[in-house]
């Protein structure tokens, strides 16, 4: 007894301290945010803390957050989707070939959103009923669609799409660009999902312990499968408002999205104490990686530094995302 | 025993002459013109920039044009990956290729390949491979990219009325060699006319297939800082330019220019609007086509080779004036 008693007051102080550590771990990744925005708010004061550049970020992270919306899916599940960008320009390319070609504009956004879906329902049954690791299997589907894009656009710029299209991507609502809303409905849709169905329960029982979870009843295989293609629909609405945004479509218009998107991901892990992927903590990281690149523009750093910055901050996302899963 | 080894040793040596006499030898043709044992002429084409545009479309014209001259073309693609390309070519060079024709390609990484063509003395004609004569072509035809700059910069100046104390943002993309060096020409131009460089330095795109949405966000950031502080944008392509134009429009200004170079068709139609957008560059790649597959021909039927190994062609400005009249190819 008395060793017990001895022991209570010496565990408990490291648990103050692990608590303490633990806050300011979690909010590590928005202190990051606040920081970044103190930062560049002293640099340039005037351009940076404008509500014209507030509405610039957010407009440069819209399509960012759609995809990285998608991507958090994914990573609930406790997967990886590499094939996010390239399956948005897929879907970009799609519509646009078919509205070019004639076909009215909300059937080559469904088509487009559907190609998009397929896909995710491709890399589901590659990695739940065929066991291929979703790395791999989505690294494949990620160069198959990226083919299939060069082949839907080829190789060329699609251009030529009707006026009423452009409503997506260009027109502003209060003086906030229409794309920040689509992103803000994408992440709310998701977020409802996973905070309050029972799939977004159980997609998070699955990427805790999927073995526990099908030993609870829960349906494994299909859930990871309708994570996939919740993330392939999302990816391909993220492609379509880009493709209105820039009046264009790529053959990689999209691509480079997907590893912001991880990273985004990476960085909102952080946020939660189990260290899971959550739509909140996502924002948060693609607010990071918005603010970093408008904030470098503004105060004119060359973008071969940007890029190295970038990279350094997915290390650290990761890094500390691992850290975090020992320790919780 | 003795019977044994004999048979062995027969059977070896007959197998050793048949492989002989099916293997193709990379010198039967080589230096001389003409087609190989087969009489197929056969032609190794390779880009390691199908990916865009330009690179696709007249990688695909030389193989529609070499298949009419009853040309066997092999075409090997990659995006911007040049180990992939030098190990196709130097496996298409053991296979008995008679010709390469080199499309869009980066002189400073394709050694393997040139190394293997030399040994096997296989001539290598190529399409736009760099800014200066280059020994490890026959031929190499190419846009003069001093002229590009000239005419894109020269469209600058009229639009904003003068380049003195004007600030002109520059966009380029040091990696792609034909960009690089004529971005470095026009800021030269631009500095030597008075114009002050936006920034202090060139925008460097990260890559050249997103760079609509970098140059759009480039464009839009440097005007949020300095709404004051540009005139005009200066693109090495067009895809970027069509980004920096529209992020012109969307801060509601009409007082900036921009100029790209490539004349797609999309650039075209914004230059028609009378916006921002003021003018671009038409490269005719087909007629360079036209040349090069003339050449292979000579070479083919006799042996002659180019007498010039460095051709620099030139550019058509496509502004306001003539926007209408002009047919885009990509």
Known sequence: ?328 | MRTRLTITAGLLATGLLALTGCSNDPNAAAGTGGAGDDGTFKVAAFTAGYGTPGGKLTLDKFVEEGKAKGWDVTLYTSDFDYDKINSDMQSAITQGADVILAGFPDPRQIAPLVNAAEGAEIPIFSIDGGVEPNEDFVEDVTFDQDQLAELTVGALDEAMGGLEGKDVMVIGHDPHIGIMTRSNLAMDMLEESGANIAGGEMKQALNPATSQEEALKFVTDFLQANPEGLDGVWVGWDHAALGAAQAINEAGRDDIYVTGVDALGVAVEEIKKDGPFYASVHQDWFSVVDRVVEDIEAYRADGTLPQENFVEVEGELIDRGNADDFTPSM
């Not at chain 1, 550590?21 to 930062?39: D, M, N, P």
Request: net charge neutral; no cysteine.
């Open chain 1, 1 to 328: 007894m008395a060793q017990t008693t001895d022991i209570v007051p010496a565990v408990e102080v490291p648990q103050d301290k692990t608590q303490m550590s633990q806050l300011l771990w979690q909010g590590g990744t928005i202190i990051a945010l606040v920081a970044l925005i103190v930062v560049f708010g002293v640099l340039s004061p005037a351009a940076f803390l404008s509500f014209g550049n507030m509405t610039n970020i957010l407009a440069q992270v819209a399509i960012l957050t759609i995809i990285a919306a998608a991507q958090t899916v994914v990573m609930v599940t406790g997967h990886f989707d590499l094939s996010v960008g390239t399956t948005a320009t897929l879907a970009g390319a799609t519509a646009s070939a078919l509205m070019i070609n004639g076909m009215p504009v909300s059937m080559a956004i469904v088509v487009g959103v559907l190609v998009g879906t397929l896909v995710g329902i491709v890399n589901g049954i590659l990695v739940a009923y065929l066991g291929i690791s979703a790395i791999v299997a989505t690294l494949a589907t990620m160069t198959t669609v990226g083919g299939l894009a060069f082949i839907v656009t080829d190789g060329t710029t699609l251009y030529g799409m009707p006026e009423s299209f452009n409503w997506i991507g260009q027109t502003r609502l209060a003086g906030i660009p229409m794309p920040v809303f689509f992103a803000l409905i994408v992440a709310a849709v998701i977020w409802v999902i996973l905070r309050y169905t029972t799939v977004g329960r159980r997609w998070y029982a699955v990427g805790g312990n999927s073995e526990v979870a099908r030993l609870s009843g829960v349906n494994v295989r299909l859930n990871v499968l309708l994570a996939f293609t919740l993330a392939g629909l999302a990816s391909a609405l993220g492609g379509i408002i880009l493709v209105s945004r820039l009046s264009s479509a790529s053959s990689t218009s999209a691509n480079d999205y997907m590893m912001l998107a991880v990273a985004a991901a990476f960085l909102g892990m952080t946020l939660l104490k189990s260290g899971q992927a959550n739509i909140g903590g996502t924002l948060v990281g693609v607010g990071i990686i918005g603010v970093l690149q408008n904030g470098l523009n503004i105060v004119g750093v060359n973008t071969y530094i940007q890029q190295v910055l970038t990279g350094i901050i997915i290390i650290a996302a990761v890094l500390m995302s691992s850290l975090k899963s020992k320790n919780a």
